[in-house]
Every structure is written in C-alpha cells, then in structure tokens.
C-alpha cells in the first residue's frame, strides 16, 4: 500500500484564484480516508494545517507574494493581451524564480524526505513546472522513489494555449518525471510528444459529503457559475444570452469574475464562497454546465458536472466530449448544441418537477457509484504503486 506522499501543490488558500484548490482539498481527504499519510507544502501562500494532512511551511511566501504583485502590475502597465508584454513578464518571474526560490525549495524538500525517512512518492501539483527544473532529478538521484506531476489545468496549461496565468511548460523538462497525470484524454498525445515518459489520466472526482443536496424552495430557474467567460464565450452566448431574451420571464443567474460577454436579460452576481453556492445551486431547477472550448473537445474532465450531480442538481450542459463516459445523457444530465435546443429543453424542463428531480437522483447516484474522490483516490494510488514497482 502507498501510504506516505509528499505533495507540493500550487496553494492550499482558498482565498487565491486558483479554480482547482477546493478540488484538491476534496482529494487529499479522500487519499487520507483511503489510508494515505500526506504532507503537504504550498508553493504559493501560508501553509494550512487541517485534519486530514501535515504542513511545512512554504519556503518562499514573501518571494511568492512579490512576485504575484509584479505580475499583476506588469499586466496592468501593459495589455494583457500582448504576446511581447507577456513574454517579458513570464521571463522576468523565471529568472526571479530560478536565482532566489528554486534553490530553497530544492534545499527544502530534499531535507523533508531526509527527516520523514520513509516517503513513498513525491506528486508535484499545479505549480510551474519552468520555475523548479531540476529538483525531481534531484530528489530521484538520492532517494529513488516515483516523482510525478499532475497537471490539472490542461490543455489550457499546454504551450499552445499558454496557460492561465504563465506558460509552465516553456523550457521546462518533463523527462525528469516518471509520468504526468491529467484529467485529459485528448492531451495524452501532445505530452507524448514532449517527451513525457508515462501518461495517466486521472479525471475528477468530488466528495459527496461535501456537495450534498439540500431541499430548498427552487425560485430560480436557470444558475451558471464559473471563473472567467476565457475560452466558452461561443457557449455562453448560446446556453445564456440567447435563451435569456427568448424566455424573457425566466430568472436567469450568473455568478462569476471576469465573465466578459453579453449576457442578455440575465443577472450577474459576484463569485460566493461554497456555502453559499452551494444554496444557489439547490435553488435553482436547471444548472448549466459550460466548459471551455479547449476542454470540451478533448474528452478532459472538469469538476463541475461531478459537483452539481452530487447535488443532486438537474444538469443541462452544452457540448461536451467526453459528458457520456461519465453520465448518461438523457438520464442523468442534458446536452443541447444550438440555441434553439437549449430554449426547447429549457421550457420543458421548467414545466416537470419530477423529471428534474428524477435526473439529480440518478446523477448523484451515479456520482456514488463511480466519480467520488475516494474512486480518484485509489486510482492515483494504483498509479503510483506501479511507478513504485517499476523505478
């Protein structure tokens, strides 16, 4: 059994606008009720103690911190959208990065599996790849245990898409990982090609004790939330713009930062903390599913579809490649690809009660059944199990 793990992850601050840290607090609980030892250090921010890992501190805190401001300043300085201005931001951070942190943290994690003696496996989570070349060849010359990174942000993260916020894989070397792991079937061949020598894909999972029902009056009728419009501004416009003028005395919700399209006659409100999101989903009779493009084509999963199942939440998503190895389509969720679709089911469902109801059921059982974090768990021990047998 792989028991103890030492994981660097990009933060564990929920605070940061890091889409992907409430996913990873789901999952480390479920490698820690699967019996997994974890010691967790954040590569930006306060480390944060909870009960289902240890800490060390970040190395780097106030180097993390200057940096983040720089960047933001740069990018408000210069357009964002200017390939040269960006080029010169994410070179400027990668010399920072390479000459003052890369060195501490390499001098802490080698004196981490010193100390704790019996670590199985190192997992590097999210963090820039470019900014930490090196130390997994470091710490698999002197301890020869399975180093891997797991990349939950592709294929934004891939170079030709250029990431969130850096290009992480610019310069970087992802030979000197055992494997790379991905929610994305479709990018298994691009990190191939790069040089990767195993790929996994480990799709999301959800904690269902976390993203429960609840029985709330439904007096909203159609809820979207997301982190920016980036990459599903085509598909906002056809599951919302469009749809909220036609049914003009539906109450459509947005709720969301940097959401930059039209939106018709629906309200926006600001991003929410989960548990009060949690409130708005179970208020609503129909929550749409809107992945971004690049995701969508590429069979890469997202933690939304597992989140509003587990809910219990009646799902009407636009088109997604992949939905139908994950849920029955027309059972457990919906799918629709054009406006005229989307206002069809929209009416119809808004009519039946029991249809909606019936649909959340059966998603959340098929949640239970196969897609909890626990489900993800074990697989991420299977894989570094094998690692561990073949190193």
């Given at each position: 059994?792989?028991?103890?793990?030492?994981?660097?992850?990009?933060?564990?601050?929920?605070?940061?606008?890091?889409?992907?840290?409430?996913?990873?607090?789901?999952?480390?609980?479920?490698?820690?009720?699967e019996?997994?030892?974890?010691?967790?250090?954040?590569?930006?921010g306060?480390?944060i103690?909870s009960?289902w890992w240890?800490?060390?501190?970040?190395?780097?805190?106030v180097?993390?911190?200057?940096?983040?401001?720089i960047?933001?300043?740069?990018r408000?300085?210069?357009?964002?959208?200017?390939?040269?201005?960006?080029?010169?931001?994410?070179k400027l951070?990668?010399?920072?990065?390479?000459?003052f942190?890369?060195?501490?943290?390499?001098?802490?994690?080698?004196?981490i599996?010193e100390?704790?003696k019996?670590v199985d496996?190192?997992?590097?989570?999210?963090?820039?790849?470019n900014q930490?070349?090196?130390i997994?060849t470091?710490?698999?010359?002197?301890?020869?245990?399975?180093?891997?990174?797991?990349?939950?942000?592709?294929?934004?993260?891939?170079?030709?898409?250029?990431?969130?916020?850096?290009?992480?894989?610019?310069n970087?070397?992802?030979?000197?990982y055992?494997?790379?792991?991905i929610?994305?079937?479709?990018?298994?061949?691009?990190?191939k090609?790069?040089?990767?020598?195993?790929?996994?894909?480990?799709?999301?999972?959800?904690?269902p004790?976390v993203?429960?029902?609840?029985?709330l009056?439904?007096?909203?009728?159609?809820t979207f939330?997301?982190?920016s419009?980036?990459g599903r501004e085509?598909y906002?416009?056809?599951?919302?713009?469009?749809?909220?003028?036609?049914?003009?005395?539906?109450?459509?919700?947005?709720?969301?930062?940097?959401?930059?399209?039209?939106l018709?006659n629906a309200?926006?409100?600001?991003?929410?903390?989960?548990?009060?999101?949690?409130?708005y989903?179970?208020?609503?009779?129909i929550?749409l599913?809107i992945?971004?493009?690049?995701?969508?084509?590429t069979?890469?999963?997202?933690?939304r579809?597992f989140e509003?199942?587990?809910?219990?939440?009646?799902?009407?998503?636009?088109?997604y490649?992949?939905?139908?190895?994950?849920?029955?389509?027309?059972?457990?969720?919906?799918?629709?690809?054009?406006?005229k679709?989307?206002?069809?089911?929209?009416?119809?469902?808004?009519?039946e009660?029991?249809?909606r109801?019936?649909?959340?059921?059966?998603?959340?059982?098929?949640?239970?059944?196969?897609?909890?974090?626990?489900?993800?768990?074990?697989?991420?021990v299977?894989?570094?199990?094998?690692?561990?047998?073949?190193s």
């Amino acid at each position: 059994m792989m028991k103890k793990m030492l994981i660097v992850c990009s933060t564990l601050n929920l605070d940061y606008p890091h889409s992907a840290t409430p996913a990873l607090w789901q999952l480390f609980k479920g490698l820690y009720e699967e019996g997994c030892e974890l010691i967790v250090v954040p590569y930006r921010g306060s480390h944060i103690r909870s009960l289902w890992w240890r800490c060390y501190e970040n190395p780097c805190k106030v180097e993390g911190e200057l940096y983040a401001h720089i960047h933001n300043f740069l990018r408000k300085v210069f357009s964002f959208t200017n390939h040269t201005s960006r080029n010169g931001r994410e070179k400027l951070i990668s010399k920072l990065t390479h000459i003052f942190t890369k060195p501490k943290w390499k001098r802490l994690l080698l004196n981490i599996l010193e100390e704790e003696k019996n670590v199985d496996a190192v997992v590097f989570i999210g963090v820039p790849l470019n900014q930490l070349t090196g130390i997994a060849t470091s710490i698999k010359k002197f301890f020869r245990i399975p180093v891997v990174y797991y990349d939950l942000d592709v294929p934004t993260s891939l170079p030709q898409f250029g990431g969130f916020t850096f290009n992480y894989y610019v310069n970087a070397d992802v030979t000197e990982y055992d494997a790379i792991i991905i929610p994305s079937e479709g990018s298994v061949p691009v990190l191939k090609e790069m040089g990767a020598q195993k790929v996994f894909v480990l799709h999301f999972g959800v904690d269902p004790d976390v993203y429960s029902p609840l029985k709330l009056k439904q007096d909203i009728d159609i809820t979207f939330f997301g982190n920016s419009s980036k990459g599903r501004e085509n598909y906002i416009r056809m599951m919302i713009s469009e749809p909220s003028k036609i049914l003009s005395s539906s109450k459509f919700l947005v709720i969301g930062r940097d959401i930059r399209v039209d939106l018709g006659n629906a309200r926006i409100i600001p991003f929410v903390p989960f548990s009060r999101l949690r409130n708005y989903c179970c208020r609503s009779k129909i929550n749409l599913n809107i992945a971004r493009e690049n995701h969508a084509a590429t069979i890469t999963s997202t933690s939304r579809p597992f989140e509003l199942a587990a809910m219990e939440c009646c799902v009407v998503s636009a088109p997604y490649r992949g939905l139908d190895k994950w849920f029955t389509v027309g059972k457990e969720m919906f799918m629709v690809k054009s406006v005229k679709e989307a206002v069809e089911i929209y009416k119809w469902l808004l009519q039946e009660d029991d249809i909606r109801k019936k649909t959340g059921r059966a998603a959340r059982e098929r949640v239970l059944k196969e897609h909890t974090v626990r489900h993800r768990a074990r697989q991420l021990v299977r894989i570094l199990k094998l690692l561990e047998s073949t190193s």
